[in-house]
């Protein structure tokens, strides 16, 4: 098997965690595979961050600067990256859930002819000591609780993305690693141009550090908004998240979706209100230690990832909960 690559992601000159992360599932599976261990850095004077990349795991990084690639370009990172893996041909290469990664992940993909699978929560290797060693590809699987394996057989390399959070960066070491400098031209006319990255304020606890999580779901319509969440949110010192129809109602914003599609999040205590549990939203919170779930639904799949289940309406629940954890005083 050739090398494992990580595309890494920069904005603005800052390298995106999930990049670091993959670099640490990206030196498990290159000692498992024995293979060489690479990352792809593009953007504009942005050299420094080798070394981060370096020192978090990679052996070489293929460096391609150019005052066009400040900004991420579809077209352009794309077609740069395909040539690239077509020239050196890695077997497997990683690219982050983001939504940069989630634009040029299936370019790549589509100009290689290759397999891409998206928002894997796991990476293995099977029939390593085989000619053909294999990338098994878990993520959650459609409309039960499935996680589905998944695999590129023939076609090279395989393409996985992965969401941030999901995986663990290695600790920083100081090492050694090759930079090779690409000669980039960016001549092309561009269809699609990004010409500015505007920095969206967010506002409340950040959802991958918090230790306390309340997610709201579709059944919240049932109490005329957010507003109970919230407020169990702030009595416990915790974060609000929610599920992809309660980003649809315009109840939270996109970066507070929970799930294979939105955050990862691991907190201490993960309290699931009116929410079914799809595995796409169940796939967000895998690694909390105590999953509270409340739904008036007995039979609800959220109650088969819950430790705690209470059945009943929201609306009597919430306001009890609230009274008597306000009385008490009792944090998390
Ligand atoms: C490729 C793909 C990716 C996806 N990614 C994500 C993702 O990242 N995150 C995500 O969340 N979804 C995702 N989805 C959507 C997911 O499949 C579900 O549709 C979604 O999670 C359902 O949201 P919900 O539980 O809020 O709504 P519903 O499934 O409608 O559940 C609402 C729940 O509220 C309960 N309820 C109603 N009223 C009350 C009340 N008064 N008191 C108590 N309980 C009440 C109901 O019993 C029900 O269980 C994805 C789907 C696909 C196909």
Known sequence: MNEVWVIAEQRLGKLMSVSLELLGKGTELARQLKVGLAAVLLGDKVRALSRQLVCYGADRVYLGEDPRLRLYQSEVYADLVAKLV???KPGIVLIGATSIGRDLAPRIAAKLKTGLTAHCVELRIVNEDTEKPQLVQVVPGWGGSLMVNIACPVRRPQIATVSPGVMTKCDWEEREGEIITLAVDVQQELRVETLEMVHEERTGAALEEAEVVVAGGWGLLSAGGFELVEELAKVLGGAVAGTRPAVDSGWI???RMVGQSGKTVSPKL?????????PQFTAGFLKAKVVLAIDQNPNAPIFDVADIGLVGDLCD???CLVTELKETGLRI
């Open 86 to 88: 077509d020239t050196h």
């Open 253 to 255: 914003p996109e970066h």
């Open 270 to 278: 993960f309290i699931s209100v009116g929410a079914s549990g799809a």
């Open 317 to 319: 629940i919430l306001p």
